[in-house]
């Protein structure tokens, strides 16, 4: 059944990629900020169906599947929540002031800049705070490593890379994009429709994810400091550090910060968006590298110098790796990681990942629509459950669904 763009995001489907604004033009389909906090599409001209079918199909709310098992080498090892990796290891960047001041190792950082020195790519496609309004989000096109450095680091609230990502197919230059895992579904969707996509995005980086904030929960953080949003300069969520407090900066020289640990110690205020509570894919499989923190138990214990936990997914991912490993641009701390070491650093995930099928049968028998999956493996993680457990989840989501709490009301322009 083909959705419309509101039934998208009442149902709770849509994460505010920004791929349907690029898909049917800024004339037709607008992604704005809601009053909630949340980047999402409103409809600005009556969209042809074939467009909306094409959105359907690209959608990350509707369709999210995991990878072409032919992007992957004959050795590589397939784990059941993890999905597949060439290879697993603790790393960062190279060059300590990445490592310093990007989210966790800099290892995003300092592998889209190996791809510009090296010439695989000639621009990189990531997100970064605003300059004109720090605690936003922008979509950038890097094209040095000066700017991939500028753009280091996590963004929490919400972040739409995709806006114009037809625009950038038709500048027909080989680019490498690093983004959410999500971001990565909606490409990867695209991919079988168009070919371009295939031929000029060359790498797909991405991080393990643990959800995206609405701006409320920023803007609650600026609240707490007496700050209005126009007197920013700075609005850093993390980095500087492993993890680095979250840092305002104004405009007159005030500077205010948090611990990772009190922006992030009360689960309730994370306000995190209906999407990532039924993610099927936070973990990046259609990824050809992952990158993730590191901390046994998911948190930090305090501050250290930076690590990322390395999922290679893909053949091509490996050759990055490799080259990157040779010419210094990342270092290894250890590859004596198993998919357990991972559990470890994220059982948050493998919570999440183990609910995510029941969750679906949850909402689906409430009436409600759920994106189709794919080889992700959801059926066989809920078996690591008891029924007991199982069903508990299903019966939540479906109550939750039923009375509202899954879903979101219409999108408006702030
Ligand atoms: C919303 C969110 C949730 C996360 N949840 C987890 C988690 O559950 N477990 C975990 O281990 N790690 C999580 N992280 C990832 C972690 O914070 C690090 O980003 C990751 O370990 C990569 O570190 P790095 O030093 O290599 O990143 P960097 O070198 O700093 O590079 C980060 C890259 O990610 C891009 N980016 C940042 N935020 C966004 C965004 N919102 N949308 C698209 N692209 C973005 C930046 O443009 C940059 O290219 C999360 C990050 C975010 C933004
Ligand atoms: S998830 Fe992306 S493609 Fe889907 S409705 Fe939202 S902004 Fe559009
Ligand atoms: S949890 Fe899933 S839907 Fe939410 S931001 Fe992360 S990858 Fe996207």
């Known amino acids: 059944m083909t959705l419309t763009l509101e039934q998208i995001v009442e149902s709770g489907l849509c994460i505010g990629c920004g791929l349907c604004q690029a898909i049917a033009g800024p004339d037709h389909v607008q992604v704005v900020m809601t009053p909630e906090g949340r980047e999402r599409p409103i409809v600005r001209a009556p969209l042809a169906p074939a467009t909306l079918e094409r959105i359907n199909a690209v959608c ?73 309004a720090p605690m936003r989000t922008e979509r950038r096109l890097s094209f040095d490593a000066a700017s991939v450095l500028d753009n280091a680091g996590s963004r929490y609230g919400p972040a739409a890379p995709l806006l114009d990502f037809t625009s950038i197919l038709e500048r027909e230059e080989p680019f490498a994009l690093i983004a959410k895992p999500c971001d990565l579904s909606a490409v990867r969707n695209l991919a079988k429709l168009d070919p371009r996509v295939d031929r000029l995005m060359r790498y797909g980086l991405t991080f393990v994810c643990g959800g995206a904030s609405e701006l409320t929960k920023s803007e609650e953080v600026l609240e707490s400091f007496g700050v209005a949003e126009r007197e920013l300069s700075l609005f850093r969520y993390r980095g500087h550090g492993y993890p680095g ?69 893909t053949s091509r991912g490996l050759e990055l790796y490799e080259a990157a490993l040779a010419a210094g641009a990342i270092k ?16 948050h995930q493998v919570r999440k990942k183990r609910a995510v099928w029941a969750r679906l049968a949850g909402i689906a028998a ?49």
């Open 332 to 347: 290894i701390a250890s590859d004596e990681v198993t998919f357990r070491d991972f559990d470890a650093f994220q059982p």
């Open 245 to 313: 407090p979250t840092r305002v900066e104004t405009h007159d020289g005030r500077a205010f910060e948090l611990t990772y640990q009190a922006m992030w110690e009360v689960e309730s205020t994370w306000k995190i968006q209906a999407r990532c509570k039924i993610c099927p894919d936070a973990l990046g499989e259609s990824a050809d590298l992952v990158a993730s923190d590191t901390w046994p138990g998911g948190g930090p214990q305090g501050e250290g110098e930076g690590f990322n936990g390395i999922i290679v997914r």
């Open 60 to 132: 990350p709310g509707t369709v999210v599947e995991g990878p072409d098992r032919g992007s992957r080498g004959a050795d590589a090892q397939v784990d059941t929540v993890w999905g597949s990796a060439e290879r697993l290891a603790i790393g960062y960047a190279g060059d300590p002031d990445v490592r310093h001041r990007a989210s966790s190792g800099g290892l995003l950082t300092a592998l889209g800049q190996f791809l510009l020195s090296s010439g695989r790519v000639n621009f990189v496609l990531q997100v970064a705070a605003s300059a004109s």
């Open 366 to 414: 409430a009436g409600h629509p759920v994106p189709a999956t794919r080889e992700l493996r959801l059926r066989e993680c809920a078996r690591f459950n008891t029924v007991a457990e199982n069903l508990a989840e299903a019966r939540g989501a479906r109550r939750r669904a039923e009375n509202g709490r899954l879903g979101e009301v219409p999108a408006v322009e702030r």
